[in-house]
């Protein structure tokens, strides 16, 4: 059962699936099942979107330091649209200015 709450301005939780209506965002669902309803979005996902560790031939899905890993954000990306790929650690992100 999911349930619709109001937030501060300031709000942070684990998203799984970001909601949209046609081409417009209308909130986000909470690993927790919460709907939480907005009109701007800004995601700060971390290195670990769809995250695997590799530890010689032995790899599994993880975070850092036994944090999850983001798989419900990545599929909910990917029906979005959006092509996903991977950085070896330590990659710094890369931002283009003119596009924030």
Request: hydrophobic share 30%.
């Amino acid at each position: 059962m999911s349930r619709t709450r109001k937030t501060s301005p300031l709000d942070r939780q684990t998203v799984e699936e970001i909601l949209v209506d046609g081409d417009k965002v209308t909130g986000v669902k909470t690993h927790q099942n919460e709907t939480i309803p907005t009109k701007t979005l800004i995601l700060a996902p971390g290195t670990f979107l769809n995250g695997l560790v590799h530890i010689g031939l032995t790899h599994f899905p993880s975070g850092r330091m036994g944090d999850p890993p983001s798989i419900g954000l990545s599929e909910s990306l990917k029906r979005l649209g959006f092509r996903m790929g991977r950085l070896k650690t330590g990659t710094t992100p890369r931002l283009d200015g003119k596009t924030i």
